[in-house]
């Protein structure tokens, strides 16, 4: 008992002899630190570089309204040759990879391991879970749904077969408007198109670009995913509306993405008005979709009610504020570069025969110009700049970096698709850098070459792209083969200005006038146009 009253004397520097042996011992002690210190930082691996943070908000300050904007120029400073750069958004570690080689890196090297998705509160509940395709975390569950998206939805064979949808719809539209139904069967969505923009160009009216390019693709894709059209069902407007809030309540930089903690901080009650809103827009979604189940047979991909629900939310979302865009912006581009329209111009109107009065898929093959266009906008314009973020679901070593599980990647492919290093004139809108020989050339942009990303790349790779670039092609090709275009009177200028969202678009609508190509109507459209009763 003694003996452990003397040790505790002795252990609390009570006795002389306790003081001595800490003189002794204190430089020794702090020599073992700091060489501890030293030898762990010489084997560790480091971070990529930052720029100088503030405290609680991290690097907040420094991204923008435009995102891939601010992130680009931030990389340029801070991101080095190899292209990482990292960032503490709030309390989220956040890797920027702004380069080819980081791109391939993060896509292609490491690709399990930062094959997942960042979770936030309004994912979860317009995602209800998230279980579906785009926001669901790595992993099974993951994994079926998007091999159904991909099999069932959007392979090849599948959207070879929405020419025969739109066939019927277009038989249902005319039979309403006691028109023949004989028509071209390809022709239905786009003729339909075609018809209005006819009937503006015969009165010289402005047409809104934005409003009809968006009905056309969100049309397409209610037809490929539910087999059937929201427009002729009335349903068009609510249908958009809703995508719009789900894409405003899932965009990227809001307070909760940069502190997630603050799902459940107090009960969750800071995140309560937003979690409502999208509630409520679930419930929205829900009444609309449980009308459109009970109508199909549910059996036929062995789904839960929840389970269609989480897919079909997903293809209306990830589909439409995409393949839009991209339409948008060639349009934009080539009213800006008059060389350009008249070269696509020129190309589309000499690639079919005399006889024939719209361009049909198979025509589309020996259009080189009009895919180099498409391929310099998603360049110039991917729709997502930024891709979806990714999210490290172990510890990762990236050459001589470490990046701890937990880190949210974003990939700027914006600013990879405008490198000078990879490039030249990275600004300028030049289609014809993608050919040579009258073929295309240069970077595939279907995830192999790590300069050219506009769909992303590996495991969570975009799998409506063949779906997208069917429509994008066929509605370009014949909105430029039946009109000339021009500017609404007044306008001189076309306004690039861009606004970002969970994708980016131009801020001002698209308003242009459709110019007939011929005098006389039925000789412009010829067969189709009686066809169509124009
Ligand atoms: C030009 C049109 C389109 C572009 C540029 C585009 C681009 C993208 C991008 C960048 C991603 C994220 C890739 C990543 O995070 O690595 C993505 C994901 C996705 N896209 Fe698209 N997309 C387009 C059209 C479509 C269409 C038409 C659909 C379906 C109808 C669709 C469905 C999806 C889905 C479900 C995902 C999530 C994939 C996953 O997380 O595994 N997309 N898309």
């Not at 990762?396 to 030249?424: H, M, Q, Y």
Request: one cysteine or more; glycine letters at 8%; aromatic letters at 6%.
């Amino acid at each position: 008992m003694a003996k452990v009253a003397v040790l505790d004397e002795q252990l609390a520097g009570k006795t002389p002899a306790a003081k001595e042996i800490l003189v002794l011992l204190l430089p020794l002690l702090l020599l073992f630190v700091l060489l501890r210190c030293r030898g762990r930082g010489r084997g560790r691996k480091r971070l990529p570089p930052s720029p100088p943070a503030l405290p609680l908000i991290g690097h907040v300050h420094l991204v923008g309204a435009l995102p891939h904007v601010s992130l680009r120029y931030l990389a340029e400073q801070y991101g080095g040759e190899h292209g990482f750069m990292m960032l503490r958004l709030g309390v989220v570690p956040t890797l920027v990879a702004s380069s080819t080689h980081a791109a391939q890196a993060v896509l292609r090297t490491h690709d399990q391991s930062f094959a997942s998705r960042p979770r936030s509160v309004c994912g979860d509940v317009l995602a209800y879970g998230p279980s579906d395709v785009g926001l669901a975390p790595y992993g099974e569950r993951w994994r079926l749904a998007k091999k159904l998206a991909t099999t069932h939805l959007l392979s090849s064979k599948k959207v070879n077969s929405y020419r025969a949808a739109r066939e019927e719809e277009e038989e249902e539209t005319a039979e309403q408007d006691g028109r023949s139904t004989t028509m071209d069967p390809f022709l239905g969505q786009v003729a339909l198109v075609i018809k209005k923009i006819s009937g503006a160009a015969e009165t010289r009216t402005v047409v809104d670009m934005s409003e009809l390019l968006s009905n056309f693709i969100r049309d397409m894709v209610s037809r490929a995913v539910t087999g059937r059209s929201f427009r002729v069902e009335g349903k068009d407007r609510v249908f958009k509306e809703l995508i719009d809030e789900g894409m405003a309540l899932l965009a990227g930089f809001n307070m909760e993405n940069f502190y997630p903690g603050l799902a459940t901080a107090a009960g969750g009650v800071l995140m309560r008005p937003v979690r409502r809103k999208a509630e409520r827009a679930r419930d929205r979604w829900d009444r609309i979709l449980d009308k459109l189940i009970d109508e199909h047979t549910q059996e036929e991909y062995r789904l839960t009610r929840q389970g269609i629900k989480e897919i079909l939310v997903n293809m209306f979302s990830a589909g439409t504020d995409t393949a839009y865009l991209v339409l948008e912006f060639a349009m934009a581009e080539l009213m800006l570069h008059p060389e350009a329209m008249a070269k696509i111009q020129h190309e589309v109107r000499n690639s079919i025969p005399k006889d024939q009065n719209t361009i049909n898929e198979d025509n589309l093959i020996g259009m080189k110009y009009l895919k180099a266009v498409i391929k310099e906008t998603l360049r110039l314009h991917p729709p997502s700049p930024l891709l979806l973020p990714h999210f490290s679901i172990e510890d990762c070593d990236v050459e001589s970096f470490e990046f701890p599980a937990g880190t949210t990647v974003l990939i700027n492919v914006w600013a990879i698709g405008r490198d000078p290093k990879v490039w030249d004139a990275p600004e300028e809108f030049m289609p014809e850098r993608f050919i040579e020989n009258g073929e295309i050339k240069g970077a595939d942009f279907r995830g192999k070459d790590f300069q050219l990303l506009p769909f992303g790349s590996g495991r969570r790779m975009c799998p409506g792209m063949n779906f997208a670039l069917a429509s994008i092609e066929i509605m370009l090709a014949n909105i430029v083969y039946h009109f000339d275009w021009e500017l609404p009177k007044g306008v001189d200028k076309i306004d690039m200005t861009e606004v970002s969202g969970l994708t980016v678009s131009r801020k001002e609508k698209l308003l242009l006038v459709p110019v007939l190509r011929y005098c006389a109507p039925t000789k412009r459209l010829g067969p189709l146009s009686r066809k169509m009763n124009i």
